[in-house]
């Protein structure tokens, strides 16, 4: 019998709202070299709206993944997309002198995308007044998990492996992790070890609650690692709360990165439509313990015997499972 997907039970979702996205919005970040540029996608109605900061992946651009950033407005969420600088959309090349701290300035530009989230709100029509500013989640794909992983504590390690500053950000308080890279060092191929030396994450402090997504058929070409690679945050994070592994997932998780995007490999809609409902889900209880829509999801997709994924859960505060 083929998967099926999640009995998930849609009454918690409600009625989808209609949406309006704004692109291109752009706010102050001195030093960047050039402008910082957000896309905000957010429902037309409803008020005390959370705070949704998605991070691309390599090369993405804030017009990505609208299967997902889509889902999320039209069930309460203000999503706010930056575009950085390693995007194909801005042409940085290797030789640039910032393209070494890409990585770092990815972080910067997410902060400043929250230090400026009052002129976000008064530049998208019809949403002033209706922003929660201290409800605020944050998602991120590939790269962009790392980036993410960067605001909820973790830390890259230096040269002489030890993790250096923290970037993490108190306004933060949960985030996903979709299909993130683990750790670095023997798990890097020689290429990425030599042009992606950023790729070596330290977990220890990522003290923020956050589910961590990994493809069961994700085999990274940058990794000497299988797919298992892609679920370590979870393992060596002490506050990675859940772990859902996809089952036939490959790096594009069925297709998040955009609708018919010719990178997805394992094209799957069921599998989106699983992932927008799950994470949707985790985000609501994350902002609200009184919100039971996480252990109603989960309970359904562990109960499925015919499911396409699986979750695995642990106490905030325990670094392995």
Same mark, same amino acid.
């Given at each position: 019998?083929?998967?099926?997907?999640?009995?998930?039970? @849609? +009454?918690?979702?409600? #009625?989808? $709202?209609?949406?309006? +996205?704004?692109?291109?919005l752009v706010l102050d970040a001195p030093g960047r070299g050039d402008a910082l540029?957000?896309?905000v996608t957010a429902p037309t109605t409803g008020d005390d709206l959370p705070v949704l900061l998605f991070a691309h992946g390599f090369g993405k651009s804030m017009d990505a993944y609208a299967p997902l950033t889509e889902f999320w407005a039209a069930h309460g969420f203000v999503v706010v997309q930056p575009t950085f600088l390693d995007s194909r959309t801005l042409n940085v090349t290797p030789d640039d002198p910032r393209s070494p701290e890409i990585w770092r300035i990815r972080a910067q530009d997410l902060r400043a995308v929250l230090d400026q989230l009052g002129r976000i709100e008064a530049a998208v029509p019809g949403l002033r007044g209706r922003l929660n500013q201290n409800r605020i989640v944050a998602v991120g794909h590939s790269w962009g998990g790392q980036s993410? #992983?960067?605001?909820?504590? $973790?830390?890259?390690r230096g040269p002489d492996g030890q993790p250096g500053e923290s970037l993490a950000d108190p306004r933060v308080q949960a985030g996903i992790l979709l299909a993130t890279p683990g750790e670095g060092g023997a798990s890097l191929t020689p290429f990425a070890a030599q042009h992606f030396p950023?790729? /070596?994450?330290?977990? $220890?402090?990522? *003290?923020?609650? /956050?589910?961590v997504v990994a493809g069961d058929r994700d085999q990274s070409l940058l990794s000497t690692r299988g797919p298992e690679w892609f679920a370590e945050p979870y393992f060596l994070s002490p506050?990675? *709360?859940?772990?859902?592994?996809?089952?036939? $997932? @490959?790096?594009s998780l069925g297709g998040i990165s955009g609708y018919g995007v010719t990178e997805t490999t394992d094209e799957h809609p069921e599998r989106v439509a699983l992932l927008q409902r799950l994470t949707w889900a985790y985000l609501r209880s994350a902002l609200d313990p009184a919100d039971s829509s996480w252990a109603q999801a989960r309970a359904a997709l562990n109960d499925n015997p015919n499911g396409l994924g699986r979750i695995e859960s642990k106490p905030p505060g325990h670094p392995r499972g």
């Open positions: 019998m083929s998967p099926s997907p999640l009995p998930f039970p @849609e +009454s918690l979702l409600g #009625s989808p $709202a209609p949406v309006v +996205s704004v692109r291109p540029q957000v896309r993410v #992983s960067l605001l909820l504590g $973790a830390r890259v950023f790729m /070596n994450p330290d977990f $220890a402090q990522l *003290t923020v609650p /956050n589910l506050s990675s *709360t859940d772990l859902l592994i996809l089952f036939g $997932a @490959e790096h």
